[in-house]
Structure formats: C-alpha cells, structure tokens
C-alpha cells in the first residue's frame, strides 16, 4: 500500500464526497455517509481477502465472514484477483478518525487493485466489509465490483430488533442465527427476543409451553452467536402486563390484577418476587447491558386488586410507584432497563419527579406503528422533557396481515427515526408483531432492511432510494422486478385502505366468509375494487416469476439443497437469487391478496348463477333446462366457483406449512391449518348442499330457495 497515495487521497476525501455521494448509482443498504464512485472493476480472477498484521481475532472473523459471504456466490481467488485488505487504524495512521467514527465508523478506499477496509475497532472493521459485500455485485467469473471511497459511521449508537416469540411463531436456534448473520450484514447491533411466557425459568417450570419455548441452553447459544458479529441480545420479559399465559395458572392467580387476565396487581408481594425471579435468570442467560422490561398496556390496572388504589391516586402514580420498584429490586443485576412508553407518557409532570436514580438506570422506548401526520415528538417530550434517555419503536406493520403493509411501515419508521435523532434518541428498536399467531418472518424483510438503514443513516432517510436498491443488495435481482414486486403489495394495500375503506390486506378479511352477514356487508365494499386490487396482487406474482426466470444458476454457486425438503420451501428452480424464502414469502402473500379480491367476485358470482337458474326452473323449454343445469355446473362443477374457493385454500394451506417450517418450530401451526381446514369444510359442506339440489333438478325440475342452500341474494344492481 502507497501511503502517500491514500493520505493525498484523503486529504481531499471530504471536499467533494457529500456531493459525489449525491450522484453515486451504487445500491447499498445502509447508504454511507460520504461515498465517491471510483469506478467498476470485473472480478474475472475473484478476490483475495487478507488482515493486516496485526490481525485480532474478531478481525479475522470478519475477513472469514467475508469470504464466505463470496464463495456462496461463486467469487474465488486465482492469480490477478482484486485484494481486499482489512485493517485497524493503528496500521493507518494518515487516516483519521473523528470521536464520532471510533465506535462502530469505518474508511474504505480503493487504490489500483486494491480495496482497503479500515476501522478503529473491531465493529468498525466488521461493518465495512459488510459494505464491500454489497459493492460486488453479481455471481461468479460475472461479478462487478462498484469501487468507491467510503467514509461511515452510524447516526445511532442502538440499531435493533424487537422479535415476537410470544404470539404463536416461535424461531428455531437455527433460523435465528440466521436472523443475527442478516441483521449484521446491515449494520443492526442488538436483537430482542419478546417473551410473555416463552422463555424457560428453572425458577417458574410450569410457564413455557413443551416445543414452544426457548431453553436456557439455546439462550446462551444465541449469545454467544450473536457476540461475534457485533450484537448484544436483549430479552424482553413482560413485567407487568401481557402476561394472560402465566396467570391462567392457578398458583398464580393471587398475583393477578384480574381473575385469568394479563396484568400483574402491583400490592402484591409476589408480584415482586416472581419478576426478581425471572429477571435474576434472565441476567445470567443474556449478559449483555440491558434488560427489557415492558410494561406496556396494562390495561387491566385498576380494574380488580388495585382499583382502590388507583382511584385514589390516580392510574400514573400507582403505574410509576410500580415501575420504580420494579428497577430497585432489579437494581443488583447491574443493568440499563428498557421500558415501553405508552403508559408512562401520559403523565409528564410525574416523569419530571421521578428520582434521578431511576432516570439514569432507565431507556423509555417510545413506541408508535403508524404514519403521523403531526410528526412523533409528543410520544417523545414527556421523557426528554423529564431528562430521561429514549429510543424510538416503529414497526414493520406485519401484524393481523397476509402481507406487511409497507406503506404505513416505511413512513412510519422514516419519520418516527428522524423525529428521534432530532430530539436526542439513542437508539432505534423496530419491531415485528405476530398478534394472530399467524406471521411469518420471512415476509417481514423489507421493513427490517429499511429500519436498518434509517437507524444508521443521518436524518431522514430516503424511501425511494431503498426500494430502488433493495432488490439487488438483499436478493441479488438484477432485473429490478422484485423492487416493482413489492411496490405492487403496497398498491394492492392501498386499495383495500384507501379505495374500499376496509381494512389493508388483514387476514380477517382474508377468513371472512363472503357468504355471511359480515362478509355480504364488506363485500358490497370490496367487490367495486376487486378488480384493481387483483391485477396488483397479479402483478407481483408475474413479476416475482420474471424474476426468478431471469436468475438462472450459475457454475459455483450455491443454490441450497439439491432434494426437497418440506422444512426448506416448496421447491422452484434453483436459482443465483438470495434469501428465496423471503421471496416464496412474497408470492405467498401475493396469492393471499388475490384471494381476497377473487373470493367476493366468485360468492358474487355463484348467487348470480343460482337466482337465474332458480328463475328458470319452472320452464318447459330444453334449452333453457340445459341452461339451468350448466348454471348449477357453474357453481359446484369440475370447474365451478365453489371448486376454485376449495382449491384455493388448500394450495394456501400446503404453501403456508412449507413456508412456516422456514423459519419456525412446530409449535402454534396446529391452529393456522385447523383455520385453513376449517374453511375448506365450509365450502365442501355448500358443495354438498348443492349436489343436493343438483339431484333434486335432475329428479324433479325443482330448485329449493337459495336462501335453504345459505346463497345470499345477489348484490342489488349499481343505479
């Protein structure tokens, strides 16, 4: 290495990168701050990756991380490969790092055939060749790398994750260390697994369902995992509410608020004592710095064994006398303790009277999952206000879904973020919630990368420049299709929100029966639409099949297992595309977003059918009782609409059980596909009645009401 050359080089790095970053095309999630294109360079002799002497061990982790990310997509070393060299400021010392660069900041320059990663710490190292793995794009003798001079570093110091384990999906210790090498790979430092009642106590045997909960010595695993790429993992154990599962047992029934309900009665000694239990075992499983202790939603205080209390000092007090005893007895752990917001920030003069000792073991986690017109600093200023740390919690508005709903994920985690670097925040937490027990997390990527970026970038962080790259850098789809496929979900969602006023693509829409009271009711709502709201969906299935048709496999690159496996994916063509369960994730949700649009036009559809056949049934003419008997045929044939509703909800119910074993135990699928099987027995019963009514034609020219068949009447005709 030319050190005159580097240092000249930058010297005058900062005079032009703000604007070079500007007119930069190269795709990389997070964007670094300042970046210069310098040129592309083909791989036809791959890489070398090397450490500079002296190398540490987490140094050479990253190095090793890096070579494996390549040799998946075929990139190997021969003689002229393209040198990556990772190195440690101290081996650069015309390279300068500002205070705020030194934790987590990193350099990376590009001198002849040589890309330089260059960090102050071990983070720093890891995270720039993160980048680099996003400046080679492509597969194999194919790959191009995007030369840049790059200077990074984050705009806040927590970039995290807070997981679902508690609603239904419970990950494996597999697909989790998959989540951690992923979270890594865009720069996020902390992962938090939620925990109601599915984290194992030695303490407190009879919480954790058998298959469903996670043990001890997966927890330390996952720590141990996580530690060697930069993530601390942070358990959040309710303390206070969210806690039905526990208290439906009988031994713990003094301690709830409520008989059977979710939150804990702050008078009872117990309730203490059961949470030092938890969080003393905890502790010793997660040693990292903080502890998550919830408290969001208790909305059963002050309904049962507190309600004295409360209405005698006020729901504020009592929740915050609570909560501060709750930090004392947890006090000798020896660590920061997050709490959710929502309850606390409604009494601003108490936080501003909370004794400093609390204030400083304390992080209020402000959280927030939809778009606000009026920004986010009212869920903020009550901690600021009060001289207390924050963080902010958007979400990737999953939840009740059969798709995110990117449109309200997106710009509720833009603004919420930069709202929170404005006011000070400290970290970022997104968060992924699995209410009906029915997500699944691989469809949940998108909104994961994005929070990833607005964490780590300054300011607000640009939502077109994300979809634009986010199919390259997390697929490898050089086509651009799955961007526009994505793009289609968020239409789709629109439709149902913003056109039909009903919902956004929830799964309740997707179980309601067309057929029944409600369903007739949204159904006059929906079917206007159903038309648009399909091409959308269909849209994106096509466009996710361009997609994989224009990503052949290539000699050398791994494509994953080569015989099906039902815990892998339904199987497709091998392909040169990344994470494919997220994309089979994608179409699954795509499918379920036709089917909501196709099963009003089809019940639309049948009751059209059958009021002309029933109006027939008293002709004389055959080639109308030819036409009453196709009629019939049309809705319960070979071919008919009650066939399609069949079929349709048996392909989603094989492709949602390969889809959930991706990512997740066996555990809470029973209900899903007892929903799926469940739906498919309504409309095999309302085959069976019209078979009746089929043989009563053929016996006897006679129909019976439709309304004894439960065929509703026709929509009325639009005036």
């Given at each position: 290495?030319h050190?005159?050359?580097?240092?000249?080089?930058?010297?005058?790095?900062?005079?032009?990168?703000?604007?070079?970053?500007?007119?930069?095309?190269?795709?990389?999630?997070?964007?670094?701050?300042?970046?210069?294109?310098?040129?592309?360079e083909?791989?036809?002799?791959?890489?070398?990756?090397?450490?500079?002497?002296?190398?540490?061990?987490?140094?050479?982790f990253?190095?090793?991380?890096?070579?494996?990310?390549l040799?998946?997509?075929?990139?190997?070393?021969?003689?002229?490969?393209?040198?990556?060299?990772?190195?440690?400021?101290?081996?650069?010392?015309?390279v300068?790092?500002?205070?705020?660069?030194?934790?987590?900041?990193?350099?990376?320059?590009?001198?002849?055939?040589?890309?330089?990663?260059?960090?102050?710490?071990?983070?720093?190292?890891?995270?720039?060749?993160?980048?680099?793995?996003?400046?080679?794009?492509?597969?194999?003798?194919?790959?191009?790398?995007?030369?840049a001079?790059?200077?990074?570093?984050?705009?806040?110091?927590?970039?995290?994750?807070?997981?679902?384990?508690?609603r239904?999906?419970?990950?494996?210790?597999?697909?989790?260390?998959?989540?951690?090498?992923?979270?890594?790979?865009?720069?996020?430092?902390?992962?938090?697994?939620?925990?109601?009642?599915?984290?194992?106590?030695?303490?407190?045997p009879?919480?954790?369902?058998?298959?469903?909960?996670?043990?001890?010595?997966?927890?330390?695993?996952?720590?141990?995992?996580?530690?060697?790429?930069?993530?601390?993992?942070?358990?959040?154990?309710?303390?206070?509410?969210?806690?039905h599962?526990?208290?439906?047992?009988?031994?713990?029934?003094?301690?709830?608020?409520t008989?059977?309900?979710?939150?804990?009665?702050?008078?009872?000694?117990?309730?203490?004592?059961?949470?030092?239990?938890?969080?003393?075992?905890?502790?010793?499983?997660?040693?990292?710095?903080?502890?998550?202790?919830?408290?969001?939603?208790?909305?059963?205080?002050?309904?049962?064994?507190?309600?004295?209390?409360?209405?005698?000092?006020?729901?504020?007090?009592?929740?915050l006398?609570?909560?501060?005893?709750?930090?004392?007895?947890?006090?000798?752990?020896?660590?920061?303790?997050?709490?959710?917001?929502?309850?606390?920030?409604?009494?601003?003069?108490?936080?501003?009277?909370?004794?400093?000792?609390?204030?400083?073991?304390?992080?209020?986690v402000?959280?927030?999952?939809?778009?606000?017109?009026?920004?986010?600093?009212?869920?903020?200023?009550?901690?600021?206000?009060?001289?207390?740390?924050?963080?902010?919690?958007?979400?990737?508005?999953?939840?009740?879904?059969?798709?995110?709903?990117?449109?309200?994920?997106?710009?509720?985690?833009?603004?919420?973020?930069?709202?929170?670097?404005?006011?000070?925040s400290?970290?970022?937490?997104?968060?992924?919630?699995?209410?009906?027990?029915?997500?699944?997390?691989?469809?949940?990527?998108?909104?994961?990368?994005?929070?990833?970026?607005?964490?780590?970038?300054?300011?607000?962080?640009?939502?077109?420049?994300?979809?634009?790259?986010?199919?390259?850098?997390?697929?490898?789809?050089?086509?651009?299709?799955?961007?526009?496929?994505?793009?289609?979900?968020?239409?789709?969602?629109?439709?149902?929100?913003?056109?039909?006023?009903?919902?956004?693509?929830?799964?309740?829409?997707?179980?309601?029966?067309?057929?029944?009271?409600?369903?007739?009711?949204?159904?006059?709502?929906?079917?206007?639409?159903?038309?648009?709201?399909?091409?959308?969906?269909?849209?994106?299935?096509?466009?996710?099949?361009?997609?994989r048709?224009?990503?052949?496999?290539a000699?050398?690159?791994?494509?994953?297992?080569?015989?099906?496996?039902?815990?892998?994916?339904?199987?497709?063509?091998?392909?040169?595309?990344?994470?494919?369960?997220?994309?089979?994730?994608?179409?699954?949700?795509?499918?379920?977003?036709?089917?909501?649009?196709?099963?009003?036009?089809?019940?639309?559809?049948?009751?059209?059918?059958?009021?002309?056949?029933?109006?027939?049934?008293?002709?004389?003419?055959?080639?109308?009782?030819?036409?009453?008997?196709?009629?019939?045929?049309?809705?319960?044939?070979?071919?008919?609409?009650?066939?399609?509703?069949?079929d349709?909800?048996?392909?989603?119910?094989?492709?949602?059980?390969?889809?959930w074993?991706?990512?997740?135990r066996?555990?809470?699928?029973?209900?899903?596909?007892?929903?799926?099987?469940?739906?498919?027995?309504?409309?095999?019963?309302?085959?069976?009645?019209?078979?009746?009514?089929q043989?009563?034609w053929?016996?006897?020219?006679?129909?019976?009401?439709?309304?004894?068949?439960?065929?509703?009447?026709?929509?009325?005709?639009?005036?």
């Amino acid at each position: 290495m030319h050190f005159s050359r580097l240092g000249a080089l930058l010297v005058g790095f900062g005079l032009f990168a703000a604007v070079a970053s500007a007119q930069s095309s190269i795709k990389l999630i997070p964007m670094p701050r300042e970046i210069h294109a310098t040129g592309e360079e083909a791989l036809t002799h791959g890489v070398g990756v090397f450490c500079t002497a002296p190398c540490a061990v987490e140094d050479r982790f990253a190095a090793d991380d890096l070579t494996a990310s390549l040799l998946a997509r075929g990139i190997v070393g021969s003689p002229g490969a393209v040198v990556i060299e990772l190195a440690r400021a101290s081996a650069h010392p015309e390279v300068k790092f500002t205070d705020e660069m030194r934790a987590e900041g990193y350099v990376i320059t590009k001198i002849g055939k040589t890309l330089t990663v260059i960090g102050d710490s071990a983070a720093g190292v890891f995270y720039g060749a993160q980048t680099v793995k996003q400046l080679i794009e492509g597969n194999g003798e194919s790959a191009v790398l995007h030369g840049a001079n790059v200077r990074d570093w984050p705009a806040m110091k927590y970039r995290g994750l807070d997981d679902d384990l508690s609603r239904g999906p419970v990950t494996t210790l597999e697909f989790q260390k998959h989540l951690i090498r992923t979270l890594a790979a865009y720069k996020v430092n902390l992962y938090s697994p939620y925990f109601e009642h599915t984290q194992q106590y030695a303490s407190n045997p009879l919480m954790a369902p058998p298959g469903g909960s996670v043990s001890a010595t997966e927890a330390r695993e996952l720590v141990e995992y996580a530690r060697l790429y930069h993530i601390d993992v942070v358990p959040e154990q309710e303390a206070f509410g969210h806690l039905h599962h526990n208290l439906t047992w009988e031994q713990y029934q003094p301690l709830a608020e409520t008989p059977h309900g979710a939150v804990l009665a702050p008078g009872q000694p117990g309730s203490i004592e059961l949470i030092k239990q938890m969080f003393t075992e905890l502790a010793a499983l997660y040693p990292g710095p903080f502890l998550h202790i919830g408290a969001d939603e208790t909305v059963d205080l002050g309904l049962g064994q507190t309600k004295a209390d409360v209405d005698s000092r006020g729901l504020g007090a009592v929740y915050l006398d609570f909560l501060q005893r709750i930090v004392a007895e947890l006090k000798p752990l020896n660590r920061r303790f997050l709490f959710w917001g929502d309850i606390a920030q409604d009494s601003p003069d108490l936080l501003k009277d909370l004794p400093q000792s609390f204030k400083d073991s304390t992080i209020a986690v402000a959280w927030v999952y939809s778009p606000e017109a009026r920004g986010y600093d009212r869920f903020l200023t009550p901690f600021t206000n009060a001289g207390m740390e924050t963080w902010v919690a958007p979400s990737v508005n999953n939840f009740r879904k059969v798709y995110p709903n990117n449109n309200y994920a997106l710009a509720n985690i833009q603004r919420f973020t930069a709202d929170g670097q404005r006011l000070g925040s400290t970290g970022q937490l997104n968060t992924i919630w699995n209410d009906d027990g029915e997500g699944l997390f691989n469809q949940d990527w998108y909104g994961i990368l994005f929070g990833a970026a607005a964490a780590w970038q300054k300011g607000e962080s640009s939502i077109p420049d994300f979809q634009n790259a986010y199919a390259q850098v997390f697929h490898g789809d050089a086509t651009g299709d799955l961007n526009e496929a994505q793009k289609e979900m968020m239409l789709a969602h629109s439709v149902l929100k913003d056109q039909a006023k009903e919902g956004d693509g929830t799964n309740s829409i997707f179980w309601l029966d067309p057929m029944s009271k409600d369903g007739l009711r949204i159904g006059a709502q929906v079917l206007p639409f159903a038309h648009e709201l399909r091409l959308h969906a269909e849209r994106a299935l096509t466009l996710i099949a361009q997609a994989r048709a224009a990503a052949p496999a290539a000699p050398g690159v791994s494509t994953g297992p080569k015989t099906y496996d039902p815990a892998d994916s339904y199987p497709s063509a091998a392909t040169t595309l990344r994470e494919t369960a997220a994309i089979d994730a994608l179409e699954f949700g795509a499918r379920r977003m036709d089917l909501i649009g196709l099963k009003f036009q089809l019940s639309e559809e049948i009751a059209e059918g059958y009021e002309r056949a029933y109006a027939m049934q008293n002709t004389t003419d055959k080639k109308q009782r030819l036409n009453v008997s196709r009629e019939l045929s049309d809705i319960n044939g070979v071919n008919g609409r009650i066939q399609d509703f069949i079929d349709a909800y048996s392909l989603l119910r094989d492709l949602y059980e390969q889809a959930w074993y991706r990512s997740n135990r066996a555990y809470a699928l029973r209900p899903v596909l007892e929903h799926y099987d469940y739906t498919v027995g309504i409309w095999e019963g309302r085959s069976d009645r019209l078979r009746s009514a089929q043989r009563q034609w053929s016996d006897t020219h006679t129909l019976p009401p439709a309304a004894d068949l439960g065929i509703p009447p026709p929509a009325p005709a639009a005036k």
